[in-house]
Every structure is written in C-alpha cells, then in structure tokens.
C-alpha cells in the first residue's frame, strides 16, 4: 500500500467524556498540498479531535492515521508532524530563540535552524527577547516556528489566526500557503468562519462532535459571498 506522507485519515473517531459525546464518529482526510480547515462552535470537539490526531487523547473508538501510521508509531514524529496546540506553554523568562534552541538540542538540530524558524515566522527582531513580553500573535508565530522544526510532512495547528491583525493573517495565507505548496498536509482549527476563509481549501465543520460538512471551500461557497453565509444556507443554524 502507498501511503502519502503527510496524508491525515481520520476513521470513525469517538471520543466521550462519562456521558458527553465530545467527537462522534468523525471521518475525513485531508490530503498533502492542501490546507483543511477545522471548523466549528466553542465545545464542537475541534480541540479533543486534535489531540487525538496527535496521540495525546485515546479514542473510544475509530483511528487517526499522519501517513499511514497511527501517531504513536512514528518513527520520527517530529519530522512527519509539527504540532501548535497552545500558546501558554512556553518558559517567561526564554527568550523565543532559546525556546527554539532548547527544542534543537533535544531533537538533534543544530542551534542554526533555530535564526532559520525565527526568520520563517518574522519573529527575528524579537528573538532575544523573554516571551512573557510576547503578544499573543507573537506567540502564535514562535509556537508555529516550533511545529516546522523538523519540516514535518503535516502540520496540525489550532486556532493559529487567533491574535493576529488583518496583516498578520495575510502573512499566516501566505505561509500556509507556501508550505501546502510544498507538499505539506495542513489541518487548523477555527472557530472564526471569516477567518478561516482566508486561509483554507476545504473545509470540515463539526458540531456537538458530528461532522456536518465537508468540502472544498469553492465548492461550498458557490453562489454565496462568504463562508459564512453558505453555513448558514446550508444548515439553517449558526455558529
Ligand atoms: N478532559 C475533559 N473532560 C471533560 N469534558 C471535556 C474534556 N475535554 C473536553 N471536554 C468537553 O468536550 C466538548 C468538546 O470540547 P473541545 O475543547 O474539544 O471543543 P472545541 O471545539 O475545541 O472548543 P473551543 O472552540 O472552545 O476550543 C466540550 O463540551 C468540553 O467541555
């Protein structure tokens, strides 16, 4: 069997906590090349469904495979997926550039790749600064700066628009897109419609843990001005 690396398969993945379903037989893949966005209210089970993406949260039922393999039998995980799943995670009192320096050490990269991710992310200038001064959007960028460490084939990135300004959106468009470009498969998560608009090819939206729609965003939004306003078509509710 071929299997493209970076492929994300997601397979009738179930998740409850005692009697909340928080993701309900979900399915879908997002394919090398694209960027899927992950789409759905506070509490649709965005969050819960990542982690299990990424090993960190055991599934009642069903499977996640990046590649072909389930995450837990990566040989390299950290070449294959670059995860983002918080921005509070990071030492104060490091300096974004020794944050980063700390992951090459442990990961075998030598201290270089870390200038290499700053300048990826713009985030040079303030490199040597602590990242308790970090606004939140700067901490989205060195956060995004450690999931492309080991130029993984997949990214997994939740809510990585949140706290960036209109030009920092553009900027994440065009690196997203880049990487997509490059053969990356890229799955982020929003709870932001409009924003996700502007940074994705298809989209997966999830409510109360089911999957209610799946696409390409083109195709969703024909005959309507925004995302936004298809979903609401669609489904007569809201988010
Ligand atoms: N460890 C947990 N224990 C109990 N309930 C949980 C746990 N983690 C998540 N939940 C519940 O599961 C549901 C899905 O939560 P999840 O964080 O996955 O949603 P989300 O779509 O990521 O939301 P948000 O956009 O607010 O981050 C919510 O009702 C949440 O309260």
Known sequence: MTTHPGRIAVSGLTKAFGTLRAVDG?????????????????GAGKTTAL??????????????????HPYIDLPAPSDTVGAALDTTGFHPNRSGRNHLRVYCAVNGYPDQRADELLDLVDLTHAGRRPVKGYSLGMRQRLALATALLGDPDALVL??????????????????????????KAILISSHVLWEAQQLVDD?????????????????????????????????????
Do not use: C, K
Not at 26 to 42: I, M
Not at 53 to 62: F, Q, R
């Open 26 to 42: 979900l399915d879908f893949v997002v394919e090398p090349g694209s960027v899927t966005g992950f789409l759905g209210p506070n």
């Open 51 to 68: 982690r299990m993406v990424l090993g960190l949260v055991t599934p009642d039922a069903g499977s996640v495979t990046i590649g072909g």
């Open 158 to 183: 939740d809510e990585p628009a949140n706290g960036l300004d209109p030009s920092g959106i553009a900027w994440l468009r065009t690196l997203l897109r880049s990487m997509a470009d490059a053969g």
């Open 203 to 239: 989209v997966v939206i999830l409510q109360d843990g089911r999957l209610l729609l799946h696409g390409s965003l083109d195709e969703l939004t024909r005959g309507y001005d925004s995302l936004e306003r298809a979903f609401f078509a669609l489904t007569s509710g809201g988010l």
